[in-house]
């Protein structure tokens, strides 16, 4: 059975979403009460930008079952800047479960390389102090992201997830040597991502979360729209295939998963 019906009464997480965008298009409860109908009882709303962390914390302040991360995005890493401590500062509040999301995009490369890796280091460190989860943006810079992680690994253990992962298998398997997460968008469900789903079906079970990355990446059979958390069940679905296995047994797993690494998050039912 597909899509909604498949996932009916399980609980699955949207791990990744931007509900300060659902938000300013004026129907975020409508759109949460549509998540809530389709099974996902979680969900994690990124902060990209320091300067809009208050939106973001407070969308979820007022909804049930939703957690905040603090952090800035690398195409915003010339302008936003923060440094570690502020990061912990903001980390403190009880909403915060994540540090991020950072990392590297040299596919846009809205902001220059060298002030990504900054960045990005900051959030390790910050990440590292707090024994909260990094989450990872990684795009066109897959070198690069495994060299600073090898190197900031030394310096002391950390751990995190690789969001909308849509890179080769060298990142996936150095992070799943790092103790690391890796996480499925929408993406996963293209036509053209046979290489994705060779990768994801070699990600061990207990290692995998999945996400929409809304309102970016709608997955089969909602491309082209915006995205939004109800979604993340076609992504489960056709992650479920790609692992040989039935769609409870799929959410019961990426659950865990995401309350094993985000595990300052408290469910709101029996996991």
């Known amino acids: 059975m597909a899509g909604e019906d498949a996932f009916s009464g399980n609980q699955l997480v949207d791990s990744h979403c931007h509900l300060d965008y659902l938000q300013k298009d004026g129907d ?27 939106i973001v914390r407070d969308i979820a302040a007022t909804h049930d079952g939703v957690w905040c991360s603090v952090g800035v995005h690398p195409h915003g890493a010339d302008k936003e800047t923060v440094t570690t401590g502020e990061l912990v500062e903001f980390s403190r509040d009880p909403l915060v479960v994540g ?15 060298e002030r990504q890796q900054d960045n990005f280091r900051a959030h390790i460190a910050a990440a590292r102090e707090t024994g909260l989860p990094l989450i990872i943006h990684s795009r066109d810079a897959d070198d690069d992201m495994i060299q600073i992680l090898s190197d900031e690994y030394q310096n002391g253990t950390f751990t995190g997830v690789i969001h909308c992962f849509s890179s080769g298998p060298e990142l996936a398997e150095r992070a799943l040597e790092l103790d690391f997460y890796i996480s499925l968008s929408g993406i996963l469900t293209f036509k053209r991502a046979d290489e994705l789903r060779e990768v994801a079906a070699r990600v061990p079970l207990n290692r995998l979360l999945v996400e929409t990355d809304a309102p970016y990446l709608a997955p089969m059979p909602n ?9 993340v069940v076609h992504t489960a679905e056709t992650l479920a295939k790609v692992k040989r296995i039935d769609a409870a047994e ?18 709101n039912y029996t996991v």
């Open 223 to 231: 491309r082209g729209k915006r995205n939004e958390p109800a979604y």
């Open 28 to 54: 975020l409860d409508e759109a949460l009460a549509r998540a809530n109908r389709a099974g996902i009882g979680t969900m994690v709303t990124i902060c990209t930008k320091i300067s809009e962390f208050s």
């Open 250 to 267: 799929l959410a019961t797993a990426t659950t865990k998963n995401f309350y094993r690494l985000f595990n300052k998050a408290t469910p």
């Open 99 to 113: 540090i991020g999301e950072t990392g590297l995009d040299y596919f846009y490369e809205h902001s220059p390389r």
